[in-house]
């Protein structure tokens, strides 16, 4: 069946310009996760979803960054006044209804570049 | 808290010797252990998971992981290395309990170089 779905694949901008991120998670997943992946590094979470509700934004590094998930599926992550830090990789991962263990199913990123 | 330590950044290996990648834990709950690949502008692929069943789990592609609680420790391996193999791997622990029962954390990763 489809996987994870992030779109755009790639995205340049200028210093200061908004950017929207999109994802599709597994048709049926409860649970949807981002994450910023800095070259070279490990992915790190920024926020987490069980279907609309917004339960951790601990990880959004600034209130320039804000996500969202209205109808419990597409979720989107908006950048505001980006900035050279904000390039990065940016996951998205989905999981099915909480169970203990389960793995997280991820869609392969929107690379971000910041000009 | 939970925390995951990858102890080498890079490993090489020859096509066809074993691979192990090392991975240290810690974590306040019983943690669920994860190894993710992740090829080249690809997203993350699910190795294998250990969810306190069996110690030992297989995976795919012939790549198991024990859990060694007294060592804290839950180390990938392989018998065999193969070209394909070479990609970036991160173990990542996941703590059930408490509010921060769904937040996974990722080590930073090592890089497998595969050598003909």
């Known amino acids: 069946g489809a996987g994870v779905s992030q779109s755009p694949r790639y995205k340049v901008a200028k210093r200061g310009q908004d950017v929207a991120l999109r994802c599709d998670p597994i048709?049926?997943?409860?649970?949807l996760f981002w994450y910023q992946q800095a070259l070279g590094q490990g992915p790190e979470f920024l926020t987490y979803f069980q279907n609309e509700a917004q339960l951790d934004k601990s990880g959004l590094p600034s209130d320039r960054f804000f996500a969202e998930r209205p109808e419990g599926s597409v979720s989107t992550l908006k950048i505001q006044r980006t900035q050279q830090e904000d390039s990065a990789v940016y996951l998205c991962?989905?999981?099915?209804?909480?169970?203990?263990?389960?793995?997280?199913?991820f869609g392969d990123g929107t690379r971000l570049s910041i000009l | 808290a939970q925390s995951v330590t990858q102890l080498d950044s890079h490993v090489s290996v020859s096509e066809g010797t074993p691979v192990l990648l090392r991975c240290n834990y810690s974590?306040?709950?019983?943690?669920?252990l994860f190894w993710y690949v992740q090829h080249p502008n690809k997203g993350l692929q699910l190795l294998l998971k250990y969810t306190s069943a069996a110690t030992l789990v297989k995976g795919i592609n012939g790549f198991e992981a024990e859990f060694k609680k007294s060592e804290t420790s839950f180390h990938l391996t392989k018998p065999s290395a193969h070209m394909s193999d070479a990609a970036e791997y991160f173990c990542?622990?996941?703590?059930?309990?408490?509010?921060?029962?769904?937040?996974?954390?990722f080590g930073k990763g090592t890089r497998l170089h595969i050598l003909p």
């Open positions: 048709s049926g997943h409860v649970s």
């Open positions: 991962a989905s999981s099915s209804p909480r169970e203990w263990g389960q793995p997280q199913h």
């Open positions: 974590s306040s709950y019983s943690p669920s």
């Open positions: 990542v622990v996941s703590a059930f309990g408490g509010n921060r029962d769904d937040k996974i954390i």
